[in-house]
C-alpha cells in the first residue's frame, strides 16, 4: 500500500479510502468484519463512515459494526485512521426532534457522544462535516468543535459536499479565530464522468490545504465496465447506473471508454480508481466494497501505471471542464 499525508496535517493515510456505507444494509456483520481485516492486512488504514449509515430504522448500524470489530481488538483502532461524519437526522422514523440533526453547537456534542459509543473508542480521527449548515454560522460550529478538540474526542476536522466557497469561509473563519486548525479535508463526488469539482471544490481545498477524499469513484458502477458484464449475462446495471446507461449519448460514452480500455488490457473499474490517484490535490478515492473480491480488485489499482496514451485517450472520452477560472470566466 502507499501512503500519503493528508492534505496539509501531519497524519498519513493510505492513498485508498475504506468506505463502510454497505456494512449492514448490504453486507452482513460476519462478512464486514473480514472485509476490515483483509483491507488492514493490506495496508488500508483509512476507514469512512456517517452516523447516518445504516439507513431507515437502522441509522447508526454501520457504525456499531465498525465498534464491534474495534472491540475484538485494540490493534484495529491503534491502526485505523477513523473518519465519520455528521449530519444527518437520526431519528428512525425520518421526523427529527428539533435540533436533533444539522451543525448546531448541541447537536454537535450529542452527536459526537453518539457515534463514539457506537465505535466503541475514545476518540474519532477525522470528524467530518457530511452536508452545508446554511442556518448555522462557522463561529458557533468552530466553538463546538474547538470544545471536543480540547476534550480529546476529535482530533480533526473535514467536509464533505461542500461548495469552494464553503471551504474558504469555514478556513477564513477558522483563521480569524485563532488555535484552530480548521477543515483539513474535503469528501466530494469525484470521478472521471462527473469532475465538475474541477471547476472550484478542488481548487479550493488545495488552496487552503485540504485532502481531497472523492466519492463514488465508479459512479455508482457506471465506470466498472456494465457495458461488457450485460453482454456476459453478468450483474445488470442499477440504480445510477441503469438511469444513465438509458442515453444513449452517455451509453456510446461508456462503450467507448471500455472499448478503450479493453484495447490497453485495463479492467475499467481498476482504471478510473488509478485515474483519480493520478489527480492533482486527491488523497485518495472511497471504495465501498460489498465482497472481498471487490476489495481485491481495488487494491489492484493502487499500482496500476497508467500510460500518458491511455490518460489522453481518457480525457477525449471525458473531457474535464478546464483551467479554472478560464473554463468559465472566457
Not at 496535517?9 to 481485516?37: W, Y
Not at 465505535?119 to 463546538?144: M, N, S
Not at 444513449?248 to 490517484?277: N, S
Request: proline share 5%.
Amino acid at each position: 500500500m502507499k501512503y500519503t499525508q493528508l492534505g496539509r496535517t501531519g497524519l498519513k493515510v493510505s492513498r485508498l479510502v475504506l468506505g463502510t456505507m454497505n456494512f449492514g444494509p448490504q453486507t452482513d456483520e460476519a462478512d464486514s468484519h473480514a472485509i476490515m481485516d483483509a483491507a488492514l492486512d493490506a495496508g488500508i488504514n483509512f476507514f469512512d463512515t456517517a452516523n447516518v449509515y445504516g439507513w431507515g430504522e437502522n441509522k447508526g448500524r454501520t457504525e456499531e459494526i465498525i465498534g464491534n470489530w474495534f472491540a475484538k481488538s485494540p490493534v484495529h483502532r491503534d491502526k485505523v485512521v477513523l473518519a465519520t461524519k455528521v449530519y444527518g437526522n437520526m431519528a428512525a422514523d425520518g421526523d427529527a426532534w428539533p435540533n436533533h440533526d444539522k451543525l448546531s453547537a448541541l447537536n454537535i456534542r450529542r452527536a459526537v457522544d453518539a457515534s463514539l459509543k457506537r465505535l466503541q473508542t475514545d476518540y474519532i480521527d477525522v470528524y467530518q462535516f457530511h452536508h452545508v449548515d446554511r442556518r448555522t454560522p462557522f463561529e458557533e460550529i468552530w466553538q463546538a468543535i474547538d470544545t471536543l478538540v480540547t476534550q480529546g474526542k476529535i482530533l480533526y476536522v473535514g467536509s464533505s459536499n461542500f461548495p469552494g466557497y464553503k471551504i474558504a469561509q469555514a478556513n477564513e473563519i477558522a483563521a480569524r479565530r485563532g488555535g484552530t486548525i480548521g477543515l483539513v479535508s474535503e469528501q466530494c463526488l469525484y470521478n472521471l464522468a462527473e469532475r465538475r469539482a474541477e471547476m472550484e471544490v478542488i481548487p479550493a481545498a488545495q488552496e487552503y490545504g485540504l485532502g481531497v477524499i472523492p466519492w463514488s469513484p465508479l459512479h455508482g458502477g457506471l465506470l466498472g465496465g456494465v457495458i461488457k458484464k450485460e453482454a456476459e449475462g453478468g450483474r445488470r446495471a442499477g440504480g445510477r447506473a441503469a438511469d444513465s446507461l438509458a442515453n444513449t449519448t452517455i451509453r456510446a460514452q461508456i462503450q467507448a471508454y471500455e472499448d478503450l480500455l479493453d484495447k490497453h488490457g485495463v479492467e475499467p473499474g481498476e482504471a478510473a480508481l488509478a485515474w483519480l490517484l493520478t489527480r492533482p490535490g486527491v488523497t485518495g478515492p472511497i471504495v465501498g466494497p460489498r465482497t472481498a473480491e471487490q476489495l481485491e480488485s481495488a487494491l489492484r489499482a493502487v499500482e496500476l501505471e497508467l500510460g500518458e496514451e491511455l490518460l489522453a485517450g481518457l480525457d477525449e472520452i471525458f473531457p474535464g471542464p478546464g483551467p479554472s477560472p478560464e473554463a468559465f470566466a472566457w
